[in-house]
DNA sequence: GCGGATCAC
DNA sequence: TATGGTGATCCGC
């Protein structure tokens, strides 16, 4: 459904930065408005959401940003007619047609790859609880924000993602729903269950949906894809009431481009060959591919690309552009390649762990601090039942105007504890101030892993060459299956040519010396090697205390922590007065 | 290593 | 009246 009015924007023409910019009320819209979506008139929504949200600090906040590309698109178009001028295009086309030629070497269509994804989830949950939902607009919705609308609630404009007075504003009759995490993670267990009978190396993308590699299924059962993955959502239907949508390809990134084309309760096979893929592929609008986003589509629909068929038309640009606008990323996109093979589950390497809250915004040190320090003990709080811990700590803050900033640094000790997450935290926000803050978070990275079996040190000089990343801790396998842009299309400044090296020598060992001693394991013996179906982690433990960590994984990634809920009058009591009105812009 | 930023769910 | 939380990655410096 593409409704975009204008064309041609290709020009150097400098869009005049009105509130009735296309873009703008694009963005506004938020992101998920491109999705399976026939909404009847999609302007005309933009419109309204404009209307209600008009004059909110999140409104005035979306409008610079809209404005800061507007400004980086114009320089984008510049140098692209600079280059239009002055380079050879024909021999660029030739060079970037070579380029195609080795990847075009490199595909392989002998995996059936199936993306799996479950329909309106916490939706179709709740009518499952409460069936007078059915045939109701209505929307499941936590901390205000709607996660996901109805199918009757989509025909007005709601959608995930947005704020739920915008969508009550959308759709008068709209029934507001809380979502109910347990719920959710049954049903989402369940579900996971089923498909991995299908695939044990499947890799779970979220609570709702799942990659699966049917290739070896299919041969051992001697079935065709289609009827697979028919058996397998009807079962997924019987297990759970709940119905699915499926995409069949031979790759990941194909596989979930059309696990969207029939739904709800459908599957599209794309047949596995070069010319249907490209076909399929090249007709699509650019929004529709992974990791192309709100920003990503409007830097290529500047330079004149809508569709990916368009990228080949202005390969030589791309190709010429700064950082050459994740080129790699959008040439393969462009033949429809991907990634075939799922990478097997293991124990999750972490890179990261943190914990964030929104809060009415706070200007006096003491109620800022009273904040951080809850954030503090939110995270000590992970840390500690997932056992990592980490060497570098990252603030993040949000003043009320919504503009954010982070300030990280680095030790050379293991920090997990409150009270140093809370006075480091403290360094770090203490030189900024005053500020009006309306979110506060600390993250920890640069991670070790507390419950790794205790050879850690050993198993570091095993693993291959190629897995290594940087942190220095040993990267098992990596689960990743979506085949990640490996340089972004948006930035302008700077620097033409040069392959974007990647080589990393021989990690920095500091090997440690410190081992916070947590006994490894005590009485490994009785217990069975459990691995979790939401998370791909290992652990010793019996079936009840494995069921409590699977429903403790699926709360975490989805939209908010149910226990932010039970903790959330901590924030409202911001006793003192503000009187100050200073708002400072660090950095 | 630090800080800004996008993207997915 | 009013726009979440978590994690990963990338880029420039």
Same mark, same amino acid.
């Not at 009415?360 to 109620?367: F, K, L």
């Given at each position: ?6 064309e ?13 910019a ?13 999705k ?9 929504i933009?419109? $309204?959401i404009? +209307?209600?949200? #008009? ?6 906040? %979306?409008?610079?940003? /809209? @404005?800061?590309?507007? &400004?980086?698109i114009?320089?984008?178009?510049e $140098?692209?007619? +600079?280059?239009? #001028? ?6 660029? %086309?030739?060079?970037? /047609? @070579?380029?195609?030629? &080795?990847?075009?070497?490199?595909r392989d269509?002998?995996?059936?790859i199936?993306?799996?994804d479950?329909?309106a ?7 499952l609880?409460?069936?007078?939902l ?10 205000g ?23 009550k ?6 029934l507001?729903?809380p979502?109910?995490y ?42 065709k ?14 297990e759970t ?18 696990s969207?084309?029939?739904?709800p309760?459908?599957?599209?096979h ?20 992974p990791?192309?986003g ?14 990916v ?32 093979k799922?990478?097997?589950?293991q124990?999750?390497?972490r890179?990261?762990?943190g ?6 915004p706070?200007?006096?040190e003491?109620a800022i ?7 503090a ?13 980490g060497?570098t ?24 504890k ?5 006075k480091i935290?403290?360094?770090l926000?203490k ?15 640069n991670?070790?892993?507390?419950r790794?079996?205790?050879d ?9 060459e ?9 990267s ?14 948006h ?12 080589i990393?020598?021989?990690e ?13 394991q ?6 069975d090697?459990?691995?979790c179906p ?15 960590h ?5 709360s975490?990634g ?8 039970r903790n959330?009058?901590?924030f ?12 400072k812009?660090?950095?």
């Amino acid at each position: 459904m593409n409704e975009e009015g204008e064309e041609g924007v290709a020009k150097s023409t400098q869009l005049s930065q009105s509130s009735q910019a296309p873009s703008f009320l694009r963005r506004l819209a938020g992101q998920s408005v491109h999705k399976a979506g026939l909404l009847p008139d999609q302007t005309e929504i933009q419109k $309204r959401i404009a +209307e209600v949200s #008009r004059g909110t600090k999140h409104y005035e906040n %979306e409008k610079r940003r /809209d @404005k800061e590309w507007t &400004e980086r698109i114009n320089k984008i178009l510049e $140098r692209r007619d +600079e280059l239009l #001028r002055t380079a050879d295009i024909p021999r660029v %086309e030739a060079k970037v /047609d @070579k380029i195609f030629a &080795e990847m075009e070497a490199k595909r392989d269509l002998t995996q059936s790859i199936v993306h799996v994804d479950m329909d309106a989830f916490y939706a179709n949950v709740e009518m499952l609880y409460n069936p007078d939902l059915a045939g109701k607009p209505f929307a499941v919705v936590g901390l205000g924000i709607v996660t996901t609308a109805s199918y009757e609630a989509r025909k007005y404009g709601a959608r995930s993602g947005m704020p739920e007075f915008v969508a009550k504003a959308l759709c008068k009759d709209l029934l507001i729903v809380p979502v109910d995490y347990k719920r959710v993670g049954e049903q989402s267990r369940k579900v996971m269950l089923v498909l991995r009978d299908y695939d044990p190396n499947m890799y779970i993308a979220g609570c709702d949906e799942a990659y699966l590699n049917l290739t070896t299924y299919l041969t051992d059962h001697n079935m065709k894809v289609e009827d697979c993955v028919q058996q397998l959502r009807d079962r997924v239907h019987k297990e759970t009431g709940l119905t699915a949508s499926a995409g069949i390809a031979p790759n990941v990134m194909l596989a979930k481009i059309c696990s969207d084309r029939n739904k709800p309760n459908g599957q599209f096979h794309l047949p596995f060959n070069r010319e249907d893929v490209l076909k399929f592929i090249h007709e699509l609008p650019v929004r529709k591919v992974p990791y192309i986003g709100r920003v990503g589509e409007r830097v290529l629909e500047s330079i004149g690309i809508k569709t990916v068929g368009d990228i080949a038309k202005e390969r030589a640009i791309i190709h010429l552009m700064p950082r050459r606008f994740a080129v790699d990323f959008l040439f393969s996109t462009y033949l429809g390649l991907g990634m075939s093979k799922l990478q097997s589950a293991q124990r999750e390497e972490r890179k990261s762990v943190g914990a964030s809250r929104t809060f009415r915004p706070v200007d006096t040190e003491q109620a800022i601090w009273q904040k951080l320090e809850y954030i503090a003990s939110l995270l000590e709080r992970d840390l500690e039942a997932e056992g990592w811990t980490g060497k570098t700590v990252t603030l993040t803050f949000k003043l009320d105007t919504f503009q954010v900033f982070t300030r990280m640094k680095s030790f050379s000790r293991w920090i997990s504890k409150k009270e140093d997450l809370f006075k480091i935290g403290k360094e770090l926000l203490k030189p900024e101030l005053p500020l009006r803050i309306r979110l506060l978070g600390l993250r920890v990275s640069n991670m070790k892993d507390l419950r790794a079996p205790e050879d850690q040190g050993i198993k570091k000089y095993f693993h291959s060459e190629s897995e290594k990343d940087a942190s220095g801790s040993p990267s098992k396998k990596k689960r990743k299956v979506e085949p990640e842009p490996e340089q972004r299309i948006h930035d302008v400044d700077s620097g033409t040519e040069s392959a974007t090296e990647t080589i990393k020598d021989e990690e920095t060992q500091e090997e440690e010396g410190e081992e916070p001693e947590h006994e490894s394991q005590d009485s490994p013996v009785s217990l069975d090697l459990q691995i979790c179906p939401i998370c791909g982690r290992e652990m010793r433990c019996n079936n009840a205390t494995l069921n409590e960590h699977v429903d403790w994984c699926l709360s975490k990634g989805t939209i908010m922590d149910a226990t932010s809920l039970r903790n959330d009058n901590v924030f409202s009591n911001s006793a003192s007065a503000k009187g100050k009105g200073k708002r400072k812009a660090p950095g």
